[in-house]
């Protein structure tokens, strides 16, 4: 099986997701910068993935601090986590692991440098670690929401490639499978990156699972054939109220499916909800190069000069969403409520 | 300017709509058959196009049978008719077309098929010419719709490249702009085949008509975000209901609008309308090759093997169409009185 993030002794190891699934191919960061470098160019991608990436990479940015004055380390690590939480701005998740390790950092200001940079990666393995065990717990109480015989539509990847491993949206399919019922999925391709047709049909057909892959604009129609029972995706920052922001285009999934009378579920773990935002409407929505829309894996698609827009995410409103499902139980409306309730 | 299909002495000319635009490539046709092959490919498409180009094919193929018994003449043009009605199921404008011709050769077999040749010839030439002029005739009625200022969203490619010139949805947008609105355009990339990217992007982008090209997952967010005031969009067949298959994705379109209270308008010609189908899920959909999905221009986007379902069309349901403007008017609900009120 591959691993997407992983920390060795040579650097921060990496499946290149931009040029899945023609080619599996590692590489190997041995600095901060590279890490962000990879997180901005989505070598690595998905909110979850992104955040133990940018956790490994502050724990490599602090080893590679030569001082061994605590004001000056302090200083330096500072500088490496504001590199990274410069790469994407969407995805709350790097925020949150970023978080995590200075206060790692704060927590620890006297114990030496040398211990300090230990306690990082430590940090930086936990958050690894954790992040596939809370995939599996969204999992179990995700997966009982799909009947026997379902077929559940997903957009993007919420994957094994999204996270540590396992997966959100496709951890919760990949749960109820394991747990003995028959699911098939549809993915949406998921222009411009492609994260369906390259990565979601890529690690569901290793799985064996079976996938059926439609462009973007085929959901509405399998809907209206009664082809889908489901809609299961991530998320990369939930609101307090409930708003969903995720992949561009999820905001259409969710119209089709309430269209259709089809239940739309998001599965995110905590570290995704950021209750500081009260409405999804003030998440801020990256937008990327043109270049993703007018070439396609380096072919040129579009006249020259053509203006393009590339808002990498959509918001999705709460009265769309069904559920949320997370690493401590699935919430229902009304959203406030029950994702504050998450924190307590 | 270019010419989408063109009857010339070496035979049909047209331009390859697969290569485009990186490539402004003319292909001659010296028989039927390579006229079939030409529209089965998507060297041309567009429901009137592929009316005009079948008409001219089945010219092409009358031209060249050898026979000048006017039995065997009837018998291998039918058979030429036949050849061509087998390339694409779902734009009625094919049959429409070739019924055309049929008739030509019903009600002229007693001139001689030196004589007929010429006739079928003629007719052929006339539904070319028709084209264009229809087209404009249709201008006229949709441009009043756009208010100055609009920001008109299409999908697919309903253009110049779509009909013998100037288009049916971007016929409208054109006529508007001609009457001196301002009218800003929004293209999805309409994937698999790239319709809006490739060729609406191109076309408009030759009449210098402000064109914003997105992923079809984007309309969703342009339309929340208060940046589309009208969509239009072509059809490949209309039932008698004022149901309307056209280009995969346009039904969710279709919602999306009603959901952002946006009006959805529909241009076609009459040849487009089939009073004998009653509802639109009996209009027949294309199923076309998976590697439209699994290839882009040529290069593998998804992994070896994966399932894939390509309709090429949906049905949007009459309820969620405002209008469908054709050479004789704009027909609003109820359709099945307004469109059968058309062919009085």
């Known amino acids: 099986m591959f691993k997407t993030v992983e920390w060795t002794r040579n650097g921060v190891v990496m499946i290149d997701q931009r040029v899945l699934p023609g080619v599996e191919v590692y590489r190997t960061y041995k600095d901060y910068k ?30 590679k601090i030569r001082s061994n004055d605590p004001a000056i380390f302090k200083k330096e690590f500072l500088n490496v986590c504001k590199v990274l939480a410069a790469t994407r701005p969407t995805a709350v998740n790097l925020f949150w692991a970023i978080k995590r390790m200075k206060d790692v950092a704060a ?74 019922k028959k699911i098939k999925v549809f993915a949406d391709e998921t222009r411009p990156f492609l994260q369906g047709a390259r990565l979601t049909a890529w690690e569901l057909q290793k799985d064996g699972i079976d ?42 999934v969710a119209i089709l499916a309430r269209e259709h009378r089809i239940p739309f579920y998001v599965a995110a773990p905590l570290s995704t909800i950021d209750l500081k935002i009260k409405h999804g409407d003030r998440i801020p929505i990256e937008e990327r190069s043109s270049k993703e829309v007018t070439h396609i894996q380096g072919k040129m698609v579009a006249p020259k000069g053509i203006k393009v827009k590339n808002p990498a995410f959509d918001v999705t409103p709460n009265a769309l969403v069904s559920a949320i499902i997370t690493e401590k139980g699935v919430v229902r409306k009304p959203y406030v409520k029950g994702l504050k309730g998450l924190f307590d």
């Open 34 to 63: 590279g890490v962000a470098g990879a997180i901005k160019d989505m070598v690595v991608r998905g909110a979850p993935a992104i955040g133990v990436a940018a956790a490994m990479g502050a724990a490599l940015g602090g080893l």
């Open 211 to 252: 996938t059926t892959l439609i462009t973007d604009n085929m959901a509405g129609y399998m809907m209206k054939k009664g082809l889908i029972n489901a809609v299961v995706v991530g998320a990369d920052r939930i609101a307090a109220n409930g708003d969903v922001a995720n992949k561009i285009g999820t905001y259409t």
């Open 107 to 180: 927590r620890n200001d006297t114990c030496g440098v040398a211990a300090l940079k230990m306690l990082l990666v430590a940090e930086a393995l936990a958050i690894h670690a954790q992040d596939i065990a809370i995939c599996k717990r969204m999992g179990r109480h995700g997966g009982k929401l799909f009947k026997n015989g379902y077929t559940v539509l997903t957009h993007c990847n919420a994957g094994a490639l999204a996270t540590a491993g396992y997966g959100t949206a496709l951890g919760v399919i990949r749960a109820a499978i394991e747990s003995g």
